[in-house]
């Protein structure tokens, strides 16, 4: 392939280097953040031999180009005039302010994305206790109702803690500083007398009652101007005393203005982002849960769905109930639907195995691999899942379902549902499960894809061996859409149970990145291998990771590749997943081992087609 041609048709196709605001890449995306994303022609990117696919996603705009990414980005950088650091570029003209609306997506995102995955475990636990006790296997007055409930609730109700320390990672503010704020929000003294009826004042000011249990929009206004102040501070006292003084008068003047300003103001805002959505729902429920549960997926391929996040939350922690979350399992489970039905329909192999999968997953709430992986693939399917989705959804939303507890939305959240207009979600849930099936089935199935046949596999299989210790899990599980769906190549996931990455297979080092996170392998039978550490820990820049090979050595199986402290990576927030993917699989048939833990063991067995 020639590179240099690949790279100067993308940056064509991008619109140019005059279009670009940033560029850089990671272990197989070249990443842009283009000044206008309608001047791409995406089509016609994704045409291009070399190019997998195109993701865009809060405000950039990514070319999955795979192990070969290193060698199209330089001749790109080169073509385009832009000044190298590192693995990432910057236009040298002078660079307008990004898209407010992507700020603001890219940060409520990145708030919400690392506590996600508790915060919906502890929400379907409350809904299995709510479940209990409605049955009557369980009493509210029991110890182990108590403890139970004290599991499931105190992650919400301590929520401005959570929030305080992912937006102050954000906003590059002192964490510890900011959990301080929000814990005095929270402390209990001064939360019984602010929901009291005895007067509090500061310094002879009225202080406003009010509860900050659970809520969201006051703490994330208040480490928004901590970001303000901190900056302001360390600029005032000499270094010397900074680490003291700085956190000490941080926390004098914020607790008071919180308390006094930001806090009320935050919750008035709560109160009317609240009752806005409540009546709005309150006059067209089929329209709004239609809506909903019609065009959910299609805002999280654009990566506006965290918009509705703190909205949803806000609901809980205001009113007690979201209408929004049943609309949104509504739509989850089309497209699980939709997946089912080119599972049962498709005769090709790979894609069979993709959609069996990705439904999966689906019904427990991850629809990446679903989409991109088949449905929005293959197009019709996604229209169909659409549909039913709005169909379902406007059932639920007439019914008047709602949630007592925010939790992703899936088949798990239901006991979440439990009260009013439960009936409404479940056949809600139904309608637009089984008629994205049979829609999919009968109309939405690509005649090649009936057509294709199965291969046989080779008896010459080459061994891919282990390349962490750990738990075995299906690639289509992890939380990347590109790497879930398939696009990069088949392969298998890890969740690492040691620090060291070593060689899978006798053969030659083919890619090192400055990041550290990924390598790129190719066996001395041709197989090409990606191993990559993690999700979108390309953004640590290296830090915790150690490499101990570099370009073109040569290595056998279980030689040292890379260490990182998985510890460390776990805490700054990122999934240590470990990926292996076999880039070039369209020349191979591959096998995946049945074991659910690597022990010295093969994970795949490869052969030529």
Request: glycine share 10%; proline share 4%; with cysteine.
């Amino acid at each position: 392939m020639n590179y240099e041609t690949l790279a100067k048709d993308i940056l064509g196709l991008v619109g140019g280097k005059a279009n670009i605001n940033e560029a850089w890449h990671c272990a197989t995306r070249l990443r842009f953040k283009l000044k206008d994303e309608n001047k791409a022609q995406t089509a016609e990117i994704e045409a291009l031999p070399g190019v997998v696919t195109v993701v865009k996603s809060a405000g950039q705009y990514q070319v999955v180009i795979g192990n070969s990414v290193t060698k199209v980005f330089e001749p790109l950088a080169a073509a385009a005039g832009l000044e190298h650091l590192d693995n990432q570029t910057h236009a040298p003209s002078d660079k307008p302010k990004e898209n407010i609306v992507n700020r603001f997506i890219s940060f409520i995102s990145s708030v919400f994305t690392p506590f996600l995955g508790a915060m919906a475990g502890t929400g379907v636990l409350k809904g299995l206790l709510a479940l209990l006790v409605a049955i009557g296997w369980l009493d509210k007055t029991s110890g182990t109702y108590q403890i139970w409930y004290a599991a499931g609730d105190a992650f919400f109700f301590f929520l401005p803690i959570w929030l305080a320390f992912t937006a102050a990672k954000q906003l590059k503010v002192n964490q510890y500083v900011a959990g301080a704020l929000a814990g005095a929000l929270l402390y209990p003294s001064l939360a019984t007398v602010l929901t009291g009826t005895k007067p509090l004042d500061f310094l002879g000011i009225r202080v406003i009652g009010t509860t900050y249990s659970s809520s969201v929009i006051p703490i994330l206004l208040a480490v928004w101007l901590l970001s303000y102040l901190q900056p302001a501070l360390d600029r005032a006292f000499h270094e010397s005393i900074r680490n003291i003084l700085t956190p000490l008068v941080s926390l004098l003047i914020m607790v008071p203005l919180t308390l006094l300003v930001v806090g009320p103001l935050g919750t008035s805002v709560g109160t009317v982002l609240s009752s806005g959505v409540e009546s709005i729902y309150n006059v067209a429920p089929y329209v709004a849960g239609a809506v909903m549960g019609a065009m959910w997926q299609v805002f999280v391929i654009f990566g506006v769905h965290w918009t509705f996040v703190p909205v949803m939350t806000n609901n809980i922690g205001q009113l007690g109930h979201d209408y929004m979350l049943p609309m949104l399992s509504v739509a989850v489970l089309s497209q699980a639907g939709a997946t089912l039905g080119v599972f049962l329909k498709t005769k090709d192999k790979k894609m069979k195995a993709l959609a069996g999968s990705a439904v999966l997953t689906g019904i427990l709430g991850i629809t990446e691999p679903a989409i991109y992986g088949v449905t929005l693939k293959l197009k019709k399917p996604f229209i169909f899942a659409t549909i039913a989705g709005g169909i379902g959804g406007a059932i639920a939303g007439g019914g008047g379902a709602q949630a007592s507890a925010f939790t992703l939305p899936s088949l798990l959240a239901l006991p979440t549902y439990l009260g009013k207009g439960f009936m409404s979600v479940v056949v809600g849930i139904i309608v637009a499960f089984v008629l994205a099936a049979v829609l999919t089935y009968w109309f939405g199935v690509p005649s090649a894809s009936l057509e294709k046949a199965t291969q046989k596999v080779s008896s010459v299989e080459e061994e891919v061996m282990a390349p962490v210790s750990g738990t075995i899990v299906p690639l289509s599980t992890v939380k990347d859409e590109v790497f879930a769906s398939g696009a990069m190549g088949r392969g298998i996931a890890i969740v690492p149970e040691a620090d060291t990455l070593v060689s899978p297979i006798k053969g030659k080092v083919v890619a090192v990145y400055p990041s550290k996170h990924a390598i790129g392998l190719i066996s001395d039978d041709g197989l090409e291998i990606l191993l990559h550490v993690g999700i979108d820990t390309v953004q640590l820049n290296g830090e915790h990771f150690e490499q101990f090979v570099k370009q073109d050595q040569q290595v056998d199986v279980g030689d040292k590749l890379l260490v990182f402290d998985r510890e460390a990576i776990q805490s700054a927030g990122y999934d240590i997943t470990v990926m292996m993917i076999i880039t070039n699989a369209e020349n191979y048939n591959i096998r995946e081992t049945e074991d659910t833990a690597t022990n010295g063991n093969w994970l795949l067995a490869v052969a030529p087609q």
